[in-house]
């Protein structure tokens, strides 16, 4: 688990559960689309993964977080790019770790029509997809055109 100098960057963090891998057949020869439930939030995420780097099974568990910075206290990152500085951060907790940006169409939350407490935050890190739907509350620190990290754990 992250430690306590470092969780103020978390705008995100739960179990899921995978659900599917693949479910409408597989697109790509390194990457698959997995489909899981939180345990905690009752969240909904659809992820593509790299399974070269993290390979991942129907039926596993895994922790997911989304963080604004790998940086202790929540600092943003100075020169240098993202990976500049951050030993001791807190990507040395987890074992898979992408960067990426919220968007759809220029808004990060879609509202479901059935009921507008339910949204989807749509992001993209370097093309593999996350789809991650809930309750507003639990997701409203994502904002649209500020970057994320994507942290996953088994």
Do not use: C
Not at 30 to 54: A, F
Not at 99 to 128: C, H, I, M, W
Not at 131 to 136: F, I, M, T, V
Request: net charge negative; charged share 25%.
């Amino acid at each position: 688990m992250a430690s306590n100098s470092t969780s103020s960057s978390l705008l995100f963090n739960d179990s899921f559960l995978v659900k599917s891998v693949d479910r409408d057949g597989k697109k790509f020869d390194r990457v698959s689309r997995i489909n899981g439930r939180s345990s905690n939030h009752e969240m909904d995420l659809t992820l593509d993964i790299n399974t070269d780097l993290l390979p991942i099974e129907e039926g596993s568990n895994f922790s997911f977080a989304l963080a604004s910075s790998l940086l202790p206290d929540g600092e943003k990152e100075g020169e240098g790019g993202w990976r500049a500085g951050i030993e001791g951060g807190l990507a040395d907790d987890w074992e898979y770790v992408m960067y990426g940006k919220p968007s759809r169409n220029s808004q990060v939350y879609k509202f479901d029509e059935d009921t507008a407490e339910r949204v989807t935050a749509y992001a993209s890190f370097g093309g593999l997809l996350m789809a991650l739907s809930g309750s507003y509350r639990h997701i409203s620190g994502v904002t649209v055109g500020e970057y994320v990290y994507l942290l996953i754990r088994r």
